[in-house]
């Protein structure tokens, strides 16, 4: 059994299931991942949640192995497609109105397996009518490739007034069009 410490939990690993356990007193932070975890299922880019223990502020899911943003842009095999698959997931969590926190630097909150993203740790998300994870994505974007914000700087005004489907579509297209 593996074992990894975090800020506010460790999380074991057993076979095909990763059991988070929660600090003693940190029953918010144990209630937010859950009830963010239990709305996300149908979406199928967070793990599989199996079951909760309130008492032992536990968590039990799906364990998804695979290789996070860090472990991929190290090795060099970040590709611009996985980018614009995460900016997707993104754009889901912009118009479901949950800010996640960690999108401007999330290389060890979003897992691929077989180039699909997985999105963990959703303990610090909250709801807010002016989600900013597009936004927040695109500055890692920017920081990990050649792209420059001058190229994109329109687009991602409009994007922010408008929040809409339309805007999000032509900010993405402008960036498939740089990074690839």
């Known amino acids: 059994m593996h074992a990894y410490r975090g800020k506010h939990?460790?999380?074991?690993?057993?076979g095909d299931r990763a059991i988070k356990v929660f600090k003693e007193g940190l029953s918010y932070n144990f209630w937010k991942e859950v009830s963010f975890l239990s709305y996300l299922q149908p979406w199928k880019f967070v793990p599989k949640l199996y079951s909760i223990?309130?008492?032992?502020?536990?968590?039990?899911?799906?364990?998804?192995?695979?290789?996070?943003?860090?472990?991929?842009?190290?090795?060099?095999?970040?590709?611009?497609?996985?980018?614009?698959?995460?900016?997707?997931?993104?754009?889901?969590?912009?118009?479901?109105?949950?800010?996640k926190e960690e999108m401007n630097n999330p290389e060890k909150h979003v897992i691929f397996v077989k180039n699909k993203p997985y999105f963990i740790d959703f303990e610090r998300a909250v709801i807010t009518s002016k989600p900013s994870n597009v936004t927040q994505f695109i500055s890692y974007i920017l920081k990990v490739t050649n792209l420059n914000f001058s190229d994109i700087v329109l687009e991602v005004r409009n994007y922010r007034m408008r929040f809409d489907d339309e805007s999000y579509s032509k900010l993405r297209e402008k960036i498939i069009d740089k990074i690839f």
């Open 9 to 14: 939990s460790t999380v074991y690993v057993r």
């Open 53 to 99: 223990d309130p008492e032992k502020l536990s968590v039990e899911m799906e364990y998804i192995k695979g290789k996070n943003l860090r472990e991929l842009r190290k090795s060099c095999k970040l590709e611009a497609d996985l980018l614009i698959s995460c900016l997707d997931v993104c754009r889901t969590l912009d118009k479901l109105l949950i800010q």
